[in-house]
């Protein structure tokens, strides 16, 4: 199969879908960095707190692209894969996607999270294992 054949499809699974809206844009009429970070943290701490059943908090942003950017009106897609997991840490890789009117998606940003699981009190407490 040529590469040209292969359609770049996200990874992971769909956790969040939200529009940008007016309010998030910069001074250059497309969607601020920071906005799209929070999404992005969202959605990872939605499959985080399902892996850990319980409370999370980010720990760390490892990585982050800006691949392109995001015109107001986009659907914003985030999709959250579980990478590794620790005694009492999870990576979560969130990439997020943009269709146009044709439903054409393209990854506009992608990033590595790493979410540690903590107790009511907030101290850090082992991910379940099964
Ligand atoms: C999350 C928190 C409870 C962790 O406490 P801590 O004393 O750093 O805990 P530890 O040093 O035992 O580290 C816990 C885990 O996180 C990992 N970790 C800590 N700092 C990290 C970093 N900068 N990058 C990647 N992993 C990190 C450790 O390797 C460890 O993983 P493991 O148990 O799987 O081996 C504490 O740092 C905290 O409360 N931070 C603020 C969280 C916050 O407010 N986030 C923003 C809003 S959710």
New binding site residues.
Partial sequence: MEDDDITPAPEGELALQTIAMPADANWNGDIFGGWLVSQMDLAGAVMARRVARGRV????I?SMSFLRPVPVGSVVSCYSKLGDV????MQILVEVWIGDHTNHQSKVTEGQF?F?A?DQT???RPVPRD
Avoid: N
């Avoid at 908090?57 to 760390?60: C, G, S």
């Fill in positions: 908090a980010t720990v760390a490892d620790g005694r009492t840490s790493t540690v903590i907030g101290r850090t």
